[in-house]
Protein backbone atom coordinates (compact mmCIF):
# COMPACT_ATOMS: atom_id res chain seq x y z
CA UNK A 1 0.00 0.00 0.00
CA UNK A 2 1.14 3.45 -0.01
CA UNK A 3 -0.04 6.90 0.76
CA UNK A 4 -2.67 9.23 -0.42
CA UNK A 5 -0.94 12.67 -1.01
CA UNK A 6 -3.34 15.40 -1.06
CA UNK A 7 -1.91 18.29 -2.96
CA UNK A 8 -3.61 21.57 -1.53
CA UNK A 9 -3.47 25.26 -2.81
CA UNK A 10 -3.68 27.44 0.01
CA UNK A 11 -5.53 31.27 0.38
CA UNK A 12 -6.16 33.38 2.97
CA UNK A 13 -9.55 32.34 4.11
CA UNK A 14 -8.11 31.59 7.40
CA UNK A 15 -6.59 35.11 7.96
CA UNK A 16 -10.14 36.78 6.41
CA UNK A 17 -11.80 34.42 8.59
CA UNK A 18 -10.22 35.23 12.05
CA UNK A 19 -10.24 38.41 11.16
CA UNK A 20 -13.76 38.71 11.19
CA UNK A 21 -13.88 36.47 14.75
CA UNK A 22 -11.86 39.60 16.01
CA UNK A 23 -14.09 42.51 14.65
CA UNK A 24 -11.45 43.45 12.49
CA UNK A 25 -11.70 44.85 8.92
CA UNK A 26 -10.47 41.40 6.88
CA UNK A 27 -8.52 43.47 4.06
CA UNK A 28 -6.59 45.45 6.38
CA UNK A 29 -6.18 43.20 8.53
CA UNK A 30 -4.15 41.00 5.81
CA UNK A 31 -2.68 44.05 4.56
CA UNK A 32 -1.22 44.90 7.65
CA UNK A 33 0.74 41.34 8.41
CA UNK A 34 2.99 43.09 6.01
CA UNK A 35 4.34 45.38 8.49
CA UNK A 36 4.38 43.33 11.82
CA UNK A 37 7.57 42.33 13.69
CA UNK A 38 8.42 38.27 13.76
CA UNK A 39 7.31 38.77 17.60
CA UNK A 40 4.02 40.01 16.64
CA UNK A 41 3.79 37.34 14.06
CA UNK A 42 4.19 34.78 16.38
CA UNK A 43 1.60 35.92 19.24
CA UNK A 44 -0.94 36.19 15.97
CA UNK A 45 -0.11 32.54 15.02
CA UNK A 46 -0.90 31.52 18.91
CA UNK A 47 -3.98 33.54 18.87
CA UNK A 48 -5.04 32.22 15.27
CA UNK A 49 -4.58 28.28 16.89
CA UNK A 50 -7.14 29.36 19.22
CA UNK A 51 -9.30 30.80 17.42
CA UNK A 52 -9.46 27.55 15.26
CA UNK A 53 -9.62 25.25 18.36
CA UNK A 54 -13.04 27.58 20.21
CA UNK A 55 -14.69 26.34 17.14
CA UNK A 56 -14.85 22.75 18.70
CA UNK A 57 -15.77 20.33 15.97
CA UNK A 58 -17.14 23.32 13.38
CA UNK A 59 -13.45 24.24 12.75
CA UNK A 60 -14.32 23.72 9.41
CA UNK A 61 -15.61 26.86 8.80
CA UNK A 62 -12.50 28.60 10.20
CA UNK A 63 -10.94 28.00 6.38
CA UNK A 64 -11.55 27.01 2.59
CA UNK A 65 -9.03 24.75 2.72
CA UNK A 66 -9.77 22.83 6.00
CA UNK A 67 -13.80 22.58 4.72
CA UNK A 68 -12.23 21.40 1.11
CA UNK A 69 -9.59 18.57 2.32
CA UNK A 70 -12.18 17.45 5.06
CA UNK A 71 -14.80 17.23 2.90
CA UNK A 72 -12.27 14.97 0.34
CA UNK A 73 -11.10 13.19 2.98
CA UNK A 74 -14.50 12.22 3.95
CA UNK A 75 -15.67 11.05 0.10
CA UNK A 76 -12.79 8.53 -0.09
CA UNK A 77 -12.25 4.96 1.14
CA UNK A 78 -9.01 5.25 2.95
CA UNK A 79 -8.79 1.74 3.51
CA UNK A 80 -5.73 1.05 1.19
CA UNK A 81 -3.15 3.49 1.92
CA UNK A 82 -0.88 3.58 4.81
CA UNK A 83 -0.84 7.25 5.23
CA UNK A 84 -2.39 10.65 4.62
CA UNK A 85 0.43 13.26 3.12
CA UNK A 86 -0.97 17.09 3.77
CA UNK A 87 1.02 19.05 1.12
CA UNK A 88 0.31 22.65 1.48
CA UNK A 89 1.66 24.84 -2.08
CA UNK A 90 2.04 28.33 -0.31
CA UNK A 91 2.45 31.88 -1.65
CA UNK A 92 5.85 33.78 -1.42
CA UNK A 93 4.19 36.49 1.00
CA UNK A 94 4.00 36.90 5.16
CA UNK A 95 0.32 36.01 4.56
CA UNK A 96 0.94 32.51 2.96
CA UNK A 97 3.41 31.67 5.12
CA UNK A 98 1.38 32.07 8.09
CA UNK A 99 -1.63 30.54 7.36
CA UNK A 100 0.47 27.17 6.60
CA UNK A 101 2.04 27.32 9.73
CA UNK A 102 -0.74 27.84 11.82
CA UNK A 103 -2.40 25.27 9.84
CA UNK A 104 0.59 22.68 10.05
CA UNK A 105 0.39 23.23 14.04
CA UNK A 106 -3.27 22.65 13.87
CA UNK A 107 -2.50 19.11 12.19
CA UNK A 108 0.65 18.32 14.13
CA UNK A 109 -0.89 19.37 17.90
CA UNK A 110 -4.73 18.47 17.30
CA UNK A 111 -5.76 16.61 13.84
CA UNK A 112 -2.63 13.98 13.36
CA UNK A 113 -4.97 11.10 11.97
CA UNK A 114 -8.37 10.73 10.36
CA UNK A 115 -10.03 7.59 10.84
CA UNK A 116 -6.80 5.50 11.78
CA UNK A 117 -4.60 6.71 9.44
CA UNK A 118 -1.53 8.95 10.30
CA UNK A 119 -1.55 13.09 8.94
CA UNK A 120 1.69 14.17 7.85
CA UNK A 121 2.08 17.53 6.39
CA UNK A 122 4.62 19.41 4.10
CA UNK A 123 4.53 22.76 3.27
CA UNK A 124 6.60 24.32 0.27
CA UNK A 125 6.52 27.98 -0.87
CA UNK A 126 6.23 28.88 -4.53
CA UNK A 127 9.48 31.50 -4.82
CA UNK A 128 8.40 34.62 -6.55
CA UNK A 129 4.94 34.15 -6.50
CA UNK A 130 3.13 37.51 -4.81
CA UNK A 131 1.23 39.69 -5.72
CA UNK A 132 2.79 43.21 -5.02
CA UNK A 133 2.82 43.73 -8.89
CA UNK A 134 1.29 42.12 -11.89
CA UNK A 135 5.45 40.88 -13.20
CA UNK A 136 5.43 38.73 -9.72
CA UNK A 137 2.02 37.59 -10.51
CA UNK A 138 2.75 36.07 -13.81
CA UNK A 139 6.28 35.04 -12.94
CA UNK A 140 4.96 33.05 -10.38
CA UNK A 141 2.19 31.30 -11.17
CA UNK A 142 4.17 29.12 -13.63
CA UNK A 143 5.98 28.05 -11.17
CA UNK A 144 3.59 27.33 -8.98
CA UNK A 145 2.19 24.78 -11.88
CA UNK A 146 5.87 22.96 -12.36
CA UNK A 147 6.34 22.52 -8.58
CA UNK A 148 2.26 20.99 -8.53
CA UNK A 149 3.30 18.76 -11.51
CA UNK A 150 6.45 17.80 -9.91
CA UNK A 151 4.82 17.26 -6.64
CA UNK A 152 2.32 14.48 -8.60
CA UNK A 153 5.37 12.80 -10.57
CA UNK A 154 7.79 12.62 -7.66
CA UNK A 155 4.68 11.23 -5.70
CA UNK A 156 3.15 8.54 -7.86
CA UNK A 157 6.67 7.66 -8.92
CA UNK A 158 7.04 6.26 -5.05
CA UNK A 159 3.37 4.49 -5.72
CA UNK A 160 1.29 7.21 -3.91
CA UNK A 161 -2.11 8.01 -4.98
CA UNK A 162 -2.38 11.47 -5.47
CA UNK A 163 -4.99 14.36 -5.35
CA UNK A 164 -5.10 17.80 -5.95
CA UNK A 165 -7.33 20.07 -4.35
CA UNK A 166 -7.93 23.79 -6.07
CA UNK A 167 -10.17 25.35 -3.52
CA UNK A 168 -7.69 27.52 -2.11
CA UNK A 169 -5.82 30.29 -3.29
CA UNK A 170 -6.74 33.04 -5.59
CA UNK A 171 -8.59 32.09 -8.90
CA UNK A 172 -5.64 32.47 -10.89
CA UNK A 173 -3.87 30.00 -8.66
CA UNK A 174 -6.39 27.51 -8.96
CA UNK A 175 -7.11 27.91 -12.49
CA UNK A 176 -3.25 26.83 -12.79
CA UNK A 177 -3.09 24.31 -10.20
CA UNK A 178 -6.27 22.51 -11.71
CA UNK A 179 -5.21 22.22 -15.28
CA UNK A 180 -2.41 20.83 -13.93
CA UNK A 181 -3.85 18.42 -12.23
CA UNK A 182 -6.34 17.09 -15.09
CA UNK A 183 -3.60 17.35 -17.45
CA UNK A 184 -1.79 14.76 -14.76
CA UNK A 185 -4.79 12.53 -14.72
CA UNK A 186 -5.17 12.68 -10.78
CA UNK A 187 -8.34 13.34 -9.08
CA UNK A 188 -8.99 17.54 -9.13
CA UNK A 189 -11.09 18.74 -6.40
CA UNK A 190 -12.61 22.10 -5.66
CA UNK A 191 -15.37 23.17 -3.56
CA UNK A 192 -17.26 26.60 -3.45
CA UNK A 193 -18.35 28.45 -0.70
CA UNK A 194 -22.07 27.37 -0.95
CA UNK A 195 -21.18 23.45 -1.63
CA UNK A 196 -22.11 21.38 1.09
CA UNK A 197 -19.54 18.64 -0.40
CA UNK A 198 -16.03 18.79 -2.45
CA UNK A 199 -16.90 18.37 -5.84
CA UNK A 200 -14.09 16.66 -8.53
CA UNK A 201 -13.87 18.16 -11.53
CA UNK A 202 -14.82 16.36 -14.80
CA UNK A 203 -11.44 14.77 -16.74
CA UNK A 204 -9.84 16.33 -19.66
CA UNK A 205 -10.65 14.34 -23.04
CA UNK A 206 -8.87 11.52 -23.89
CA UNK A 207 -6.62 12.95 -26.73
CA UNK A 208 -5.77 15.86 -24.18
CA UNK A 209 -4.09 13.40 -22.09
CA UNK A 210 -2.67 10.28 -23.48
CA UNK A 211 0.61 9.05 -22.24
CA UNK A 212 2.52 10.78 -24.53
CA UNK A 213 1.50 14.02 -25.16
CA UNK A 214 1.53 13.94 -20.73
CA UNK A 215 5.32 13.55 -20.56
CA UNK A 216 6.10 16.21 -23.02
CA UNK A 217 3.99 18.59 -21.21
CA UNK A 218 5.63 17.58 -17.37
CA UNK A 219 9.27 17.75 -19.47
CA UNK A 220 7.95 21.43 -20.36
CA UNK A 221 7.04 22.04 -17.23
CA UNK A 222 10.16 21.06 -15.75
CA UNK A 223 12.29 22.49 -18.19
CA UNK A 224 10.94 25.94 -17.01
CA UNK A 225 10.84 25.35 -13.11
CA UNK A 226 14.93 24.44 -13.68
CA UNK A 227 15.44 27.17 -16.41
CA UNK A 228 13.66 29.87 -13.61
CA UNK A 229 15.95 28.57 -10.31
CA UNK A 230 19.49 29.03 -12.33
CA UNK A 231 17.65 32.52 -13.54
CA UNK A 232 17.03 33.57 -9.61
CA UNK A 233 20.19 32.10 -8.36
Known amino acids: MGDLVVISTVGASLLTN???????????????????PEEKIEELKRDMLRYLLSLGEEFIRASAELNSIMGILET???????????MFIISDTKQGRLTAEVLVEFFTKYLNEFNGKKIKIYCD?????????IEHAT?????????????????????????VNV??????ESIYAALIGLIAGVPTYYMHEKFK????????????????????ILEI??????????RAE
Open 125 to 133: VVNGLNYTD
Open 221 to 230: VRKFYEDFKK
Open 167 to 172: TGGFKA
Open 139 to 163: RGLPTLAAKIAMWIKNKKAVGHEVI
Open 197 to 216: RAVELPPLANEITDREKFEI
Open 76 to 86: IDLSGFDEIEL
Open 18 to 36: YAKYVKADPWRFLDSIDDL
